[in-house]
């Protein structure tokens, strides 16, 4: 049984930063494509970004560029989330996402076969 569980959620102020990580069991995450998504109560599911299985194909969410980074740390087995200048509107539930295929195909959720229960990220203005 495939499991992510995600951890580094936590409260801050307007312009901090946080780093979320991603573990799994069940599963190798070397070979996926992976992703952080993240969700608000009465809003869709949004992608944040996406890596490849290498590392070296990455995407991101227009409100992600210059201030979130996607990784793989650990011989690529965990997937990392650096968030800086944290805005409140950042604000939202994340989960972590891994597909089948170590090919990524865009932020869609559809995409994406496993996800983890979410971490909670507070911003206070």
């Known amino acids: 049984q495939v499991r992510l569980t995600e951890s580094g959620g936590g409260s801050v102020q307007a312009g901090e930063s946080l780093t979320l990580s991603c573990i799994a069991s069940?599963?190798?995450?070397?070979?996926?494509?992976m992703a952080w998504f993240r969700q608000t109560p009465g809003k869709e599911r949004e992608g944040v970004a996406t890596i490849d299985s290498s590392g070296n194909i990455i995407e991101y969410a227009d409100f992600a560029k210059g201030r979130f980074t996607i990784s793989r740390v650990h011989d690529r087995t965990t997937l990392s989330l650096q968030m800086n200048s944290l805005k409140p509107e950042d604000a939202a539930v994340y989960y972590c996402?891994?597909?089948?295929?170590?090919?990524?195909?865009?932020?869609?959720?559809?995409?994406?076969?496993?996800w983890g229960q979410g971490t909670q990220v507070t911003v206070s203005s």
């Open positions: 069940g599963i190798t995450l070397k070979w996926q494509c």
């Open positions: 996402a891994a597909s089948k295929s170590s090919w990524c195909n865009g932020l869609e959720r559809t995409v994406f076969d496993y």
